[in-house]
């Protein structure tokens, strides 16, 4: 579903964000990508939305080479791929309903798809009742249930979720996570950039560890840092528990 | 893709609202200087349309020296005659002439004029008005000539007088399109800064780049489109105001002559209308291109 083959991105200033990186991840996968700030996580959600474009190798998304995307291609290969932020990014003026409509809307669908799979979507994430309040007045961890919403309505292949619980208290987080496994139940692919040890943890999922762009561990039903019964597991073993 | 028509026009008429202040100010800038363009382009037809009622009535006044043996009148006459551009002439007698001068100048210049010292003329209507020029050429220093007399000099003056108000009403009102275009630009600029949130997040969930730019197009586009309505209405408003002014009982008045066809009238509007939507395409094109970062 998402392949990495040897990239390499090096920022304007010189700093090399990511090195030369291979990484494959299945469909259906639950992934955490994990390491301290400046590790090039952030790096690697935004090269899969071909937000950046890496210097070297290359990148396949859902069966597509996305370096040679033409750029006009850019938009459906987005379709597929849904995103949230620790941010949020909502928009503030619009209610629940309105925030995750618009994101079928700006993609042409017609308004009996938006009438049907919004009130669907918003059952999912616990916020059926909230569809007309504003996301001013909801909680923080509300607030990112709208998010997800919107990143799931048009059901995509794959999630990506760049420091989903930054913002969240720990109870919230684990109820964020939920949502989030739930979502992965469903066939698609859920890849989360963190450094939320303990939600890592608690999750026991694959854990891939970057270090100044580099991967350091990749681990299947992993924790934050090295574990200390079994302690750093080899890809290979990684890839032959996954295709058991 | 198919493109929400009703996503377009909400999302348009949102933004406009928004930046309603600034929309007026485009919608009245475009409106002024497109009604300043439509007024010269009446200006340059209407004299056009004059300048043939002129010309066609151009009459060569060849006038004899009062003291003109009839011998030297006769030769003059007989020449007239003979050349092939003239159409024809009416001898005027002195005490023709006399009393037209009556009726045409003042009492204090009349007082010192008598029937004996009036000269006597010969009226000419060439077949082409160009041929004024040759009959003045060719009879100005014949004997017993007082001078030749041709109202050429008055049109040109007039066209020229024309002319240099037609420059100055297109000089001013380019300034005026410029500025017009900057205020479309600037107001589509504000538009794009207010809803850089929406932006990012429809780039985030995947519209497409003619989707995000459309409704800020389209923005353009009506504000150059109503203020050149505007615009072609205070031409028309113009045109009839003029016309109301020209007395049809004095068929030979300027503004009757400058008296403009209906088609005239549509097309300077067509003209009007098309020019502010191009202001409108150009202003937010540009400002897409520059700061819409899709």
């Known amino acids: 579903m998402i392949r990495f083959e040897n990239v390499t991105k090096v920022y304007k200033n010189g700093t090399v964000a990511v090195r030369n990186l291979s990484l494959d991840i299945q469909k259906g996968e639950f992934v955490f990508i994990v390491g301290p700030s400046g590790s090039g996580k952030t790096t690697c959600i935004r090269m899969l939305l071909r937000e950046e474009l890496p210097d070297r190798g290359r990148i396949w998304v859902a069966g597509r080479e996305i370096i040679q995307l033409p750029k006009w291609r850019v938009p459906y290969l987005r379709r597929n791929v849904g995103c949230v932020f620790q941010d949020f990014r909502l928009l503030p003026n619009k209610t629940v309903f309105q925030n995750v409509a618009f994101a079928l809307e700006v993609i042409g669908r017609p308004k009996s798809v938006v009438e049907t799979q919004v009130p669907q979507v918003l059952e999912l994430v616990g916020l059926a009742k909230k569809r007309d309040n504003l996301p001013g007045e909801l909680s923080g961890g509300e607030q990112q249930r709208v998010a997800i919403a919107r990143a799931f309505v048009n059901r995509p292949l794959i999630l990506l979720a760049d420091e989903p619980t930054g913002n969240l208290d720990p109870g919230t987080s684990q109820g964020i996570m939920r949502l989030l496994d739930r979502i992965n139940r469903t066939g698609t692919t859920v890849v989360i950039a963190t450094h939320d040890a303990a939600l890592v943890d608690w999750m026991r999922r694959r854990v891939v560890e970057l270090d100044q762009g580099m991967i350091v561990r990749d681990q299947a039903r992993g924790v934050y840092g090295i574990d200390a019964n079994t302690g750093p597991v080899p890809r290979t073993e990684v890839v032959a528990r996954r295709s058991s | ?294």
Not at chain 2, 88 to 97: A, E
């Open chain 2, 1 to 294: 893709m198919p493109l929400s028509a009703d996503y377009i026009i909400r999302e348009t008429t949102t933004n406009l609202w928004r930046n309603r202040l600034m929309t007026i100010a485009a919608v009245l800038t475009v409106a002024v200087s497109l009604a300043l363009v439509g007024a010269a382009l009446l200006l340059k037809q209407g004299a056009a349309n004059a300048e043939v009622d002129w010309q066609r009535g151009i009459q060569v006044t060849v006038w004899m020296k009062p003291s003109a043996s009839a011998s030297e009148i006769s030769a003059i006459r007989s020449e007239l005659a003979q050349l092939p551009y003239v159409h024809g002439c009416t001898f005027w007698s002195q005490l023709r002439d006399y009393h037209e001068a009556s009726k045409l100048l003042p009492p204090s210049e009349f007082s010192a004029l008598t029937p004996s010292s009036t000269p006597s003329s010969i009226r000419c209507t060439p077949n082409q008005p160009q041929y004024a020029t040759a009959i003045y050429d060719r009879f100005v220093h014949q004997p017993g000539v007082y001078g030749v007399g041709s109202p050429n000099s008055a049109i040109h003056a007039m066209e020229e007088t024309i002319t240099i108000l037609q420059w100055v009403f297109v000089s001013v009102a380019l300034v005026l399109l410029l500025s017009a275009g900057v205020l479309i630009l600037n107001t589509i600029r504000m538009a794009i800064f207010a809803r850089r949130r929406e932006v990012s997040v429809m780039k985030l969930v995947g519209a497409t780049n003619w989707f995000i730019r459309l409704p800020f197009m389209s923005e353009g586009l009506i504000q150059g489109l109503v203020g050149s309505a505007v615009a072609a209405a205070v031409v028309l408003g113009l045109h009839e105001l003029l016309d109301s002014l020209a007395n049809p009982n004095q068929p030979g008045s300027v503004l009757s002559q400058m008296r403009l066809t209906g088609w005239q009238l549509v097309g300077t509007d067509v003209v009007v209308v098309v020019i502010g939507v191009l202001i409108g395409s150009v202003g937010s094109a540009i400002a897409i291109r520059r700061f819409l970062d899709v």
